[in-house]
């Protein structure tokens, strides 16, 4: 008689559940190199702007292009519903807060005029700044290509759970190695959070692929759906295949962490977990320079029967330069980014993104111990 | 000299200290099967209304047929004590908090009236509606034959903790085996948390168990008498003693998760761990269709010396339609279980429940990343 | 090269962090044997009231013989520094709180008198009560055979950490085994944590340990020297060290598990990690009939410079027949305790305390769980 | 195909999340010899005041030899930028909260004086104490051996982590080997957490090493670069590096744990975990002596864009006298904490640091038993 077999479970981790430890040597900070490339677009560094309506304007994104990082226009959202967007974000911005799901919804009812696809890539691109947009699954096909005709440099094909697979009566799922074929540019997918799908993926041949199901994109997820991995295991598990592609094909495909990051801290241990870029949502959300106002709401595709997406208020904190380069007159690890970056690679002895990534890290999952360090703030023992 | 032996204790987890991760394809929601069987009475929905008076009326009974689900009525309840429930409902609704628990108490002192198992039996059985009904162990072997000549289709034996066997002085304990005999209907059996119990019942030829101990049928078990195992676990357990007895037998004989579940994520990790069936009872007490009018008391044999049962208040939220299959105004997950099981099972890339049992679940233990995902709710990252 | 040694950890539990789990089969509670024995001494419960001086009075240790328990009066304490005691009752219930350490240490500070040691135990032992006596070690060979020449039963020898050996300049330690061949009754010594010392004491030929370093008798341990073993653990690793000394020795020594107990739930648990015995100190100190009037202090050694004892206000909450045998009116799990040890041993199977050592506990730790109960107390599901 | 590799978390803690085990006999704790060596200069107790400005100047490390400790003064600080400190420190106490930071900066932005080292060290040699001093890398090979011709018995080299190699393009790390040359007393180097680290600096020959990244002396670092490792793991590691040094050279080499203890109970656990010496600054800030006037701040080399350091209230508490051996008048171990090593080693059997080394510590992460335990101080059980 064989023994029963239970069904197992696996600890899973998230950002505020971990910690780095210090390397074997230092590193002068300015010595690193903390650039990263998808398939040939170089960012001289690894941060990238969510495909939010809140976060990232033509405007948001020529700037982001200026400070190294790179911001994803939502093809799917304001921008490519009106022509004058303004208003538009005026109104929400002014909508009590009462009626802003209500809002929303009426918004993004509007649908999307094919024309403003090229005028908003070409608002990016007269500027000189690489152009990555964003679409969802459904309207690939029709609208990836007419992006890159614009001069899109960088497709994200985004959706909740992303896998190479889709079964359906109505519809036939993206096979994105067919995809590869019919757009000529690099394309980002995701999101996903496992292992297998990474190297699927992967083997049809993306050029990107996005990390995180339930922290973030889809927040609600774990509430109303039960479903989410927390980022650090997420990000590890993806790694893995990454790697493990990389031997197989001699290809090296980066995976772009993607949700609930919120501090230079949080950066940090996407890239020693293994991420090769970072997408950022409600911390640029809060630049003076993000359309959203001060506000920031859900992109998730809506259920209808299933919201999971409102407004919330986030604040407008500094300019989007001193978010991401500093000076930070804060102590909370929302300012410096790339400092942050920079100083925690020299104290781990990592050189680039790559040896980044073989540090170490520990589980240290003491709510107390993180309370006396609250307390303790800026104190020298 | 032998290693001395140290008692070992093996770790357990609730609803809240775990996830699903997504699977390696995705299924359209609208093709997912959600149905589950119970010997040969079937269920469009998997999810089933305790037999807790503020909750099973014989008129929500036929609503959750309707609906697709079914209710459980307690045969050892108000309905069996009094010919004209609604004014025992209304004067429990209409008691001063402080006088509530005596007044239950007097209220259900009131003996059972024999000849209304039938009536309400009949009641359930004119709508055309599949009737379920709850007996204690003692009545038994008197209640359901009877219930079953007026028309039951579906017999639950409930007990806080039920096992095949029951030592005792005076009374000799129910042999499932002979009830069987019996009653000519499918029995469900309950409530029990283990591996070893699920598997002598189905050995005795019961149609379904009952899963749950502590977290909800008598939930303060835990604090007075120490005796509790998280859902999820317990779910686990009992799940791989039905696929035991089915490889040896053949026989599927479904376990029904009962206790503490809140939610739509709730419900989708529940079939996750392993149950072929949710019972429900606050979020339903909360239909504008339940009995209760927006309370809910409990329904454990009482030990006059050991109380564990008190009425509160879990308030009117919204019709049972909406509960069950939405549309959902809210982000709690309160509202439209079906629609998130089955979005659920889409991301998962399960087709059918028994599919959703071979999901990975993870323990995701992190009350910050809880946190965080409360302060995040419905933001893109 | 060899690889380094690095420090292990190994984790302990408290009663928060585990439940018991239900057993194969059940039993009538009115059929559980819950008696214990020390060396001859039977207890008709398992329930022992500490050594401390707001509990235990002469009348009180009447009052826990006749409820079927025992009370354990302290030697050294104020029943033997005064002869009213009624009034130095009264004027420390009377003190304001920022003068009652103060108060305490001046009451304390007036010398033992001999002559009372004797009186004391006669008041217990002329109304047929067994009587049962603490000192502490210093003073163990001068007033153990006092008491026992006027009728003492059972002489507990408690120190905050005891263990077979001492090494001191100035003072011998106690030799228990010497100790045994000059006091002419059962001698139970604590307390102690730890499998190796309760084995030496019991080959030493000690009649019982007391079982608790931390929670509890010298409660503030664990911040003040960083001293404490959670008492789950520290009960399983002496009952380890019993059941090896019984296997050895055929003489079966009961461990008495002692510090942090406040619910019925707690004695269950107890019980399952191997107690034979529950020492009880607050729970006992909010009886009506608890000399303390609603407050309870400290009886650790006061080590001059690291105070470790202060008054506090427990309440009075019911008399102890009500705490110990019920009927409760409360449903948070302080009344009814043996009530409670029964139901749960019916629960679990066990017919009697060695029984229910060997039920299963598992570590539940949610936080959130516990608070779902708390939240759902009282409901069906 | 080989299974592929996913990067691997080691759990870490904290004092909060251990305890110490008591032993298999207890030890007088008079008896008890807690003195300390590093290379030839004895501590009667095992205790450093951290250097900070707010903690030691001249005096009170003159007042900390008295008392059997010593206290390092910091020789980049406000002692060798200021003649008269009286004056600097009554400002930083007098400056309101809001422009604190902004005056500290401006305070340090005055550059070291050179004749004030010699000074300073003379201050503290007139008076017969052993004197500590403390300089950055970047600083040592000026400043270590004029403060040694001044007097200097010990010189710490500090930064936020060290290891035995350093990479920039424009500065040569510090070679401590070639430093042990030039300076003729002992060195010890910080800080440090891991293994590897202290086994090579202690190859190059230094004298002592400091232990703690995270917790205490970078205490933003772990929000703002994730960086950090909880004190006790640190310790423990630093500890097996320093067994297997001893091992291989024979040379004992002491580590002292710096960073996040603040009660006796912490000292204790860091001893247990492997210490040999307590670096302390909070703790110190709080005694009447410390030139900070009831406050403190950070002594991190300031990162221009990343601010790690601000002022905070810590109060006076008491006499440094009272602070290190007693009599305590609290019960929350912030006093007498010689007091609570010494009876902390009787627990646990230990009569020197090198013994209380081999106790057992125990993980107990519970939270409630914690509360328990605060919301029972004081009680006998």
Redo the contacts between chains.
């Keep these: 008689m064989p023994y029963?077999?239970?069904?197992e479970?696996?600890?899973?981790?998230?950002?505020?559940?971990?910690?780095?430890?210090?390397?074997?040597?230092?590193?002068?900070p300015?010595?690193t190199d903390i650039s990263m490339e998808i398939e040939g677009v170089r960012l001289g560094i690894p941060l990238i702007a969510?495909?939010?309506d809140a976060v990232v304007s033509p405007a948001f994104a020529v700037k982001m292009h200026e400070l190294g990082g790179i911001g994803v226009l939502n093809l799917d959202g304001l921008q490519t519903r009106y022509e004058d967007t303004a208003g538009i974000y005026q109104e929400i911005s002014e909508t009590p807060q009462d009626k802003a799901t209500a809002f929303l919804q009426k918004v993004y009812a509007t649908p999307v005029r094919e024309e403003l696809i090229g005028r908003r890539v070409e608002e990016i691109k007269k500027h000189g700044a690489t152009c990555a947009v964003s679409v969802i699954p459904a309207n690939t096909k029709r609208v990836a290509p007419a992006a890159v005709e614009a001069g899109a440099d960088l497709i994200f094909v985004q959706s909740?759970?992303?896998?190479?697979?889709?079964?359906?009566?109505?519809?036939r799922?993206l096979i994105f190695s067919e995809l590869r074929h019919n757009v000529k540019a690099p394309i980002v997918v995701g999101n996903?959070?496992?292992?297998?799908?990474t190297l699927?993926l992967m083997e049809q041949g993306v050029s990107g692929v996005l990390v995180?199901?339930?922290?973030?994109?889809a927040?609600?997820s774990?509430?109303?759906?039960?479903?989410?991995?927390?980022q650090?295991?997420a990000t590890?598990?993806c790694?893995?295949?990454r790697?493990?592609y990389y031997r197989r094909s001699g290809r090296y495909v980066p995976i772009i962490t993607?949700?609930?990051?919120?501090?230079?801290?949080?950066?940090?241990?996407a890239v020693?977990?293994?991420a090769d870029g970072i997408?950022?949502?409600?911390p640029l959300a809060q630049a003076e320079e993000a359309p959203g106002r001060g506000y920031?709401?859900?992109?998730?595709t809506p259920?209808?029967?299933?919201?999971?997406?409102?407004?919330?208020k986030v604040g407008t904190r500094a300019s989007l330069k001193q978010i991401l380069?500093?000076?930070?007159?804060?102590?909370?690890?929302t300012q410096?980014l790339v400092?942050?970056l920079r100083?925690?690679m020299g104290?781990?002895?990592a050189?680039n993104l790559r040896e980044m990534h073989d540090a170490?890290?520990?589980?240290?999952?003491?709510?107390?111990?993180?309370g006396?360090?609250f307390q303790?703030?800026?104190?020298?023992?």
Tied chains: 1, 2, 3, 4.
């Excluded at 479970?9 to 074997?24: K, Q, S």
Aim: charged share 20%.
């Design positions: 029963p077999h239970f069904k479970l696996r600890p899973a981790y998230g950002f505020d559940d971990v910690a780095i430890a210090p390397g074997r040597i230092t590193v002068n300015e010595m969510s495909a939010m909740t759970v992303t896998t190479a697979r889709h079964v359906s009566k109505s519809v799922g996903t959070v496992s292992y297998d799908v699927e995180g199901v339930g922290p973030g994109a927040c609600t774990r509430e109303v759906l039960g479903v989410g991995v927390p650090v295991t590890i598990d790694a893995a295949a790697d493990e993607d949700g609930g990051l919120r501090t230079g801290g949080d950066v940090c241990k020693v977990a293994g997408m950022l949502g409600t920031n709401w859900g992109m998730a259920h209808e029967s299933l919201p999971r997406g409102t407004r919330i380069h500093g000076p930070s007159h804060l102590t909370d690890g410096n400092g942050a100083v925690s104290m781990v002895g050189v170490q890290m520990i589980i240290a999952p003491s709510i107390k111990t993180e006396k360090i303790m703030r800026g104190l020298g023992s």
